[in-house]
């Protein structure tokens, strides 16, 4: 079945590490994206990127850094400098960049202590 | 600069009882999109329907139905006899033409009470 993955759905860090959060997609879709959602906040984007090699900072990208190697791969990694990195991290792919619906994986809720 | 409004943060109703989820944007575009997707307990959102700024019609899917009204800039969400499984955040989002990012509202939190 095509659709998006994310894992691991819970992870736990200590305050200072870095940590990756893995997004892969099947769907052929050219662009994913990066959401982070705090209670009451909605989702904020992070990063996109619209093709291999190539990403764009979304609004909040402070603290965080992104790869696209591949078109199926687009991980995300909180760095030590992201000040508040608990959250519940969404990953979405669309098939172009410019308004068409995304598709969401099933999230990565993140707990850093 | 684009914005969406879903001045509903909670609602509650009853089994069977229908429900409207409210959702005002902001644009300076002629053309653009709406959307609304459903986030269940789960926490993966799911797509419900996309909608341009040229396609004023209503659309009705099932319980389901959105009304676009240009002259308000609203885009509001009706369920129909409203059940349990329809508790979840419904978010509205706008993505106009020029710009590569929808913009999402804050979600309204819907429980459907037995």
């Known amino acids: 079945d095509g659709g998006i993955t994310q894992s691991p759905k819970y992870l736990f860090r200590k305050e200072g590490q870095n940590v990756t959060l893995s997004c892969e997609q099947n769907l052929n879709h050219d662009a994913m994206y990066w959401y982070r959602q705090d209670p009451g906040q909605g989702l904020r984007l992070i990063y996109y990127?619209?093709?291999?090699?190539?990403?764009q900072k979304g609004d909040i990208a402070e603290g965080y850094s992104v790869s696209r190697e591949k078109k199926e791969s687009f991980p995300l990694t909180v760095t030590s400098a992201q000040k508040n990195p608990t959250a519940f991290y969404l990953c979405?792919?669309?098939?172009?960049?410019?308004?068409?619906?995304?598709?969401f994986g099933p999230g990565t809720r993140l707990t850093v202590t | 600069a684009q914005k969406v409004t879903q001045a509903q943060t909670e609602i509650s109703v009853v089994e069977k009882e229908d429900v409207t989820l409210d959702c005002v944007y902001e644009?300076?575009?002629?053309?653009?999109?709406l959307f609304w997707y459903k986030q269940p307990p789960s926490g993966e959102l799911v797509f419900l329907i996309r909608?341009?700024?040229?396609?004023?019609q209503n659309e009705i899917s099932g319980r389901y139905s959105w009304n676009f009204q240009k002259s308000t800039s609203s885009f509001n969400f009706t369920i129909t006899a409203s059940q349990v499984v329809d508790s979840a955040v419904y978010f509205c989002a706008l993505s106009e033409f020029r710009d590569d990012k929808i913009i999402f509202g804050k979600g309204t939190r819907l429980h459907i009470l037995p």
């Open positions: 644009t300076r575009d002629t053309t653009y999109y």
């Open positions: 990127s619209q093709i291999v090699n190539d990403f």
């Open positions: 979405a792919s669309s098939i172009v960049t410019r308004s068409y619906e995304q598709y």
């Open positions: 909608r341009n700024s040229f396609d004023e």
